[in-house]
């Protein structure tokens, strides 16, 4: 087989087969194996080694040269034109080829303002490039016999006008300025801005009785000095001396109002009682003069 080197594919599990790239992705094709490989019987794993009759596996611990995908660079301006090429060497009888982008590792939409990167047009064309559509491209080529080759190329753009950002924000304004097409009215944009916008808008609202300076009108400011203390005692015994006399006033207008149907039901109880008395006391002396 030769010395070879090592290709950066690695087997985690001899018994199923899990053959992983350096990168974490899967292997897609296995045409390029040497006859007689992959070999299951080297545990724990199995690393692959690229020699001059193609793929064969070896224990990972040997020491061999080792085989590096070199990355393309393109640094531009904002508002240049820039052509991202598929670099993919073997081109012939592709079924499919797309692009996709990914940010810090995180994978993001390709901006709808480039134009290619498929079948018909391999490359991938920005005319006006902006400082959002920076980040690492990968072109991705599938051919008839179902291999899939992947070559990537970063992408650097030089904002003038825009601060260096590392937060969160700055990936929404990367997702919004890949996502929204140009020429939209500004009714088309809030339109498709509309869920976004709610969602802001319910994070920014605010309990207004819970700010400081609703609790501070509520709340009376504390003052220690004896002249202080002295009008707000006399303040005290002015207020409560005046709501008791509303109170007695109050109560000496309820018991006048009250008195006089009082004393006309005592008055008319006492009649029927004397009433009641006159008649028990006729009864009694016509009952005696029966009696004789």
Known sequence: ?????????????????????????????????????????????????????GWFGDICRNSRKICCQKHTDITVNEGESVTLTCLVKDMHDITSLYWTRSVDGTSVIVSEYARGGNITSHSLVFGHVKWTDEGSYKCNVKNSSGAMLT??????????????????????????GSKLIQNRTRRELLKELESELQKMKKDLEVNKTQLSSSIRKRTSAPDKRKSSETIGLAGTTFICIVVGLIILIDILTIIKFLTPPITFCIHKKMERDKTKSRKRQLRKKIFQKLME
């Open 151 to 176: 070559v990537e190329t970063r992408l650097f753009v030089n904002a003038t006008n825009m601060h260096p950002c590392r937060c969160a924000y700055k990936r929404k304004l990367e997702h919004w």
């Open 1 to 53: 087989m030769g010395r070879g080197f090592w290709i950066g594919l690695t087997d985690h599990d001899t018994k199923n087969s899990d053959w992983t790239w350096n990168d974490g992705t899967k292997l897609q094709s296995t045409d390029r194996w040497a006859h007689g490989h992959p070999n299951d019987n080297i545990p724990p794993k199995e690393c692959v080694v690229y020699g001059t009759r």
